[in-house]
DNA sequence: GTTATTTGACCCGT
DNA sequence: ACGGGTCAAATAAC
């Protein structure tokens, strides 16, 4: 999907490039941080809103330039491997495997079951909840495994579009073994797919249930979708590179936590990244990199498998922000 | 009827 | 060999 794939020295370039944008988009989150945290919680939030959008438009522009940055990357950097049966994008069963038409003496289905490539460095990246969430995002469950020294099983998801577009991106979702049982997410892989049910929207959402005081969903796209409403409504990422965060998430079992949502305070919201090569997927474009936190704690990491090593705090979220951003693989 | 979930089998990486 | 990730038939839900 990408034509243009960018040498060594193009790498080089864009590195300094995306530093300057991400840095940017620290700053502005910076500021963005002490209008919103700034703000007694409750009603008067609205008035800071205006301003809070026109940072949210820097911050935006400067990730969505980084991840575009970012998307001219070979995508063999970003998927070592790729499942086999969605190769091409196709659904399962119309792949022309099997070119030799060997006989399978047992069963051909028998023998495909499982068989795929695994993806060794996608970008993936962390996010811990004590209450699950909508990332609005469909998902529908594939697998679930019981995971060793853990006392829940872990359940696997990908994106309901993997096969009518292609889209890569799962996710597993596990109960923590912490006192308090905490959500955690983790993220392989962007989205690819037009979310047609929910359009892309920017959001930045102070009203989680159960805490309304300092919590901040911000998602970053690369297209521009007026923000128009900041408080108390819902924004989704234009292309959801990141996963949005809402508020409810209604669909199968992820919504059975064994512990009482209610209780749970939005601000214990954990997000990291940990995710090699570039941001770039089969995508062949110009949305990627919405990045959402809906939590006063809010952290992303990243690094490559690269020795040079690029870090800075975002220290957007609760001030424990811990932004890496080499692990964006764009070193 | 279609679509989603369950769950054991299967494959890959370590 | 083992643990983890994925597949896909069976089943459930709509």
Redo the contacts with the bound molecule.
Sequence with gaps: MYMDSSTPANLSGDREKILQELIQGRESANKLLTLILGKPSGDDKSSSVSAADDLLMKIFASFAESISVLNRAPIEQAFD?I????AGSLP??LQSEDSEGSSKS??V????????????TTQTWTKTSQNLIDDGH?????????????KHP?????C?HKFDQGCLA?K?VQITEEDPPMYRTTY?GSHTCQNLLKPPQIILDSTIPGDSSNSVFLSFGSTNYPSTKLNHETYYPSNPTFPLVKQEYS???ELKPSFDRNKSTSADLLLTFDSSGPMSTLSSGSNHGDMISSSGAYSCTASTHDDSHHSFDLDVFGGVGDFDVSEFGFC
């Design positions: 491997k499942p086999v049966n969605t399962i069963g047992t069963s289905l028998k023998q495909r079951r499982g068989c795929y490539k695994r993806r060794k469909a998902w529908r469950k594939y697998g679930q495994k019981v995971i060793l020294n853990t872990r359940n696997y998801y990908r309901t799962t597993q392989h669909p199968n079992q």
